[in-house]
């Protein structure tokens, strides 16, 4: 008989209320190790390798011959267990196809504030804001098509600068857009990220009714968000930002609306920011964006803050484990997404779908991996007009699939990371495909956490998953 070797990185060991647990990382999937299970991996953790024979005479006096035998062979096509001299595939990944569905458009580079953070490249005073044409964003939404015509659901993001200045034309291509996807059978999807400071009766009634998806940029209570979020004046704009949000979230019910916080350099109170957001705004979601790779470093965490930014997390996680299971959803995206991920058993080849699902256009057609790159120095994947460079996107994407050598190749938590934003790799190492080593480990440590906390929940009120995440899973 041959030698078996433990697997070590293809699971996960957890203890929940002196429950055992294995997260098994190949399929993102979470079990209770039943006794013989636990004692297989305990006899071959840390050994060379034992045989069939070996571990039968080991465990024997509490488990039969057979039964052992039946669940090596189970860990073996669980890849958590592997016979010596077992091949083990070592062919590069490829990517055969580009299933796009979602195209940000870039559709002003003006913006009406200044906030002091902010990582767009080509950001511009609204006097100077570059808008884009109809051509353009129609060119867009027709290469999305050209490109990937079998998909049975497509999103529109409008992003900027602020995506308001150019109303008109979100205006114009929603109007366009709406009957060219439903003659085709397709359902269409539109969503926009703003700083609300011009929203009003009449755009809110206009996103209400076409069911736009929106997004808040705010970083909670005035004294925080005054600190960065300022008009081209210096003036802060909480005051603003608050009575605009009140007015959208007291008639919006299209969709859920979020908001978005950015946290740099001196702002680590996470559980102070959310009760604002959440309780005293209305918020359903509130999604906290850490900054430690910007463009000015004075605005990045320190290491301390970005330790303490997780410690703050998993607090208001713990607060999020309480309601679930009373079963109420206290509106944590940061949490509630990787919750989904684990309970839909997320295997993330890629760590979003920036290139991939997803693409933006500029202002003047070029296409970029994401929103985030569109005026950087980064080349662009092909135009709206020629359409995608899709040997470019899949070499590009292909060095991001290929985990050899890199530290993310074992890594317990490769199938939920993928080694991170690509912008944030672009801005602290000047590679997009780069992992971002920089915080590995408050990762591994923040993942460690959700499992647990999807344990706990599971547990207690098992019905609050099919309540409370496969809904937000149909409406993104």
Same mark, same amino acid.
């Given at each position: 008989?041959?030698?078996?070797?433990?697997?070590?990185?293809?699971?996960?060991?957890?203890?929940?209320?002196?429950?055992?647990?294995?997260?098994?990382?190949?399929?993102?999937?979470?079990?209770?190790?039943?006794?013989?299970t636990?004692?297989?991996?305990?006899e071959?953790?840390?050994?060379?390798?034992?045989?069939?024979?070996?571990?039968?005479?080991?465990?024997?006096?509490?488990?039969?011959?057979?039964?052992?035998?039946?669940?090596?062979?189970?860990?073996?096509?669980?890849?958590?267990?592997?016979a010596?001299?077992?091949?083990?595939?070592?062919?590069?990944?490829?990517?055969?196809?580009?299933?796009?569905?979602?195209?940000?458009?870039?559709?002003?580079?003006?913006?009406?504030?200044?906030?002091?953070?902010?990582?767009?490249?080509?950001?511009?005073?609204?006097?100077?804001?570059?808008?884009?044409?109809?051509?353009?964003?129609?060119?867009?939404?027709?290469?999305?098509?050209?490109?990937?015509?079998?998909?049975?659901?497509?999103?529109?993001?409008?992003?900027?600068?602020?995506?308001?200045?150019?109303?008109?034309?979100?205006?114009q291509?929603?109007?366009?857009?709406?009957?060219?996807?439903?003659?085709?059978?397709?359902?269409?999807?539109?969503?926009?990220?703003t700083?609300?400071?011009l929203?009003?009766?009449?755009?809110?009634?206009?996103?209400?009714?076409?069911?736009?998806?929106?997004?808040?940029?705010?970083?909670?209570?005035?004294?925080?968000?005054?600190?960065?979020?300022v008009?081209?004046?210096?003036?802060?704009?909480y005051?603003?930002?608050?009575?605009?949000?009140?007015?959208?979230?007291?008639?919006?019910?299209?969709?859920?609306?979020g908001?978005?916080?950015?946290?740099?350099?001196?702002?680590?109170?996470?559980?102070?920011?959310?009760?604002?957001?959440?309780?005293?705004?209305?918020f359903?979601?509130?999604?906290?964006?850490?900054?430690?790779a910007?463009?000015?470093?004075?605005?990045?965490?320190?290491?301390?803050?970005?330790?303490?930014?997780?410690?703050?997390?998993?607090?208001?996680?713990?607060?999020?484990?309480? !309601?679930?299971? *009373?079963?109420?959803? &206290?509106?944590f +995206? #940061?949490?509630?997404?990787?919750? =989904?991920?684990?309970h839909?058993?997320?295997?993330?080849?890629?760590?979003?779908?920036?290139?991939?699902?997803?693409?933006?256009?500029?202002?003047?057609?070029?296409?970029?991996?994401?929103?985030?790159?569109?005026?950087?120095?980064?080349?662009?994947f092909?135009?709206?007009?020629?359409?995608?460079?899709?040997?470019?996107?899949?070499?590009?994407?292909?060095?991001r699939?290929?985990?050899?050598?890199?530290?993310?190749?074992?890594c317990?938590?490769?199938?939920?990371?993928?080694g991170?934003?690509y912008?944030?790799?672009?801005?602290?190492?000047?590679?997009?495909?780069?992992?971002?080593?920089?915080?590995?480990?408050?990762?591994?440590?923040?993942?460690?956490? !959700?499992?647990? *906390?999807?344990?706990? &929940?599971?547990? +207690? #009120?098992?019905g609050?998953?099919? =309540?409370?995440?496969?809904?937000?899973?149909?409406?993104?």
């Amino acid at each position: 008989m041959g030698i078996f070797h433990l697997q070590a990185h293809n699971l996960h060991e957890i203890e929940v209320d002196s429950r055992r647990l294995l997260f098994h990382i190949p399929s993102s999937a979470l079990f209770e190790a039943d006794d013989l299970t636990g004692a297989l991996i305990a006899e071959l953790r840390g050994q060379e390798g034992r045989s069939l024979e070996d571990l039968q005479d080991r465990l024997g006096t509490r488990f039969g011959c057979a039964e052992i035998a039946t669940a090596v062979d189970e860990l073996q096509d669980l890849q958590i267990l592997r016979a010596e001299g077992a091949t083990v595939s070592t062919s590069r990944p490829r990517v055969s196809s580009l299933p796009l569905t979602t195209v940000v458009l870039n559709v002003n580079t003006g913006c009406n504030l200044s906030c002091t953070y902010c990582y767009k490249e080509d950001l511009d005073t609204p006097a100077n804001g570059r808008k884009m044409s109809f051509e353009t964003a129609q060119q867009s939404v027709e290469m999305l098509l050209r490109e990937s015509p079998d998909q049975p659901r497509y999103t529109i993001v409008f992003f900027g600068g602020e995506p308001l200045t150019n109303l008109p034309l979100i205006r114009q291509v929603v109007e366009w857009a709406e009957p060219l996807f439903a003659a085709r059978g397709k359902r269409l999807d539109f969503s926009i990220t703003t700083n609300a400071t011009l929203l009003d009766e009449q755009n809110i009634a206009f996103l209400q009714a076409h069911r736009f998806s929106i997004a808040v940029s705010i970083d909670g209570p005035k004294a925080v968000h005054d600190r960065n979020r300022v008009t081209v004046g210096g003036q802060g704009t909480y005051e603003t930002v608050a009575r605009k949000v009140r007015l959208l979230l007291g008639s919006y019910r299209a969709r859920p609306v979020g908001a978005r916080v950015t946290l740099t350099r001196g702002t680590t109170d996470i559980l102070g920011i959310w009760d604002h957001l959440f309780n005293e705004l209305g918020f359903a979601e509130v999604g906290f964006a850490p900054v430690t790779a910007g463009d000015v470093a004075d605005f990045n965490l320190t290491g301390e803050e970005l330790s303490a930014v997780f410690t703050s997390m998993k607090a208001l996680g713990e607060r999020y484990v309480d !309601a679930a299971c *009373a079963g109420r959803n &206290i509106g944590f +995206s #940061n949490l509630h997404q990787l919750l =989904t991920d684990i309970h839909e058993g997320a295997k993330k080849a890629l760590p979003c779908g920036a290139g991939y699902s997803m693409v933006a256009v500029d202002r003047e057609g070029g296409v970029n991996l994401c929103h985030r790159f569109t005026g950087s120095e980064l080349p662009t994947f092909g135009n709206v007009e020629s359409g995608l460079d899709r040997a470019a996107l899949g070499s590009f994407l292909e060095q991001r699939l290929d985990r050899s050598n890199t530290g993310c190749d074992t890594c317990r938590i490769r199938n939920l990371c993928s080694g991170g934003c690509y912008h944030e790799s672009y801005q602290r190492y000047g590679d997009p495909a780069h992992p971002t080593y920089h915080y590995c480990d408050l990762m591994r440590d923040w993942v460690d956490f !959700a499992i647990s *906390a999807y344990a706990r &929940i599971l547990a +207690s #009120n098992p019905g609050f998953f099919s =309540t409370h995440l496969a809904p937000r899973r149909a409406r993104s």
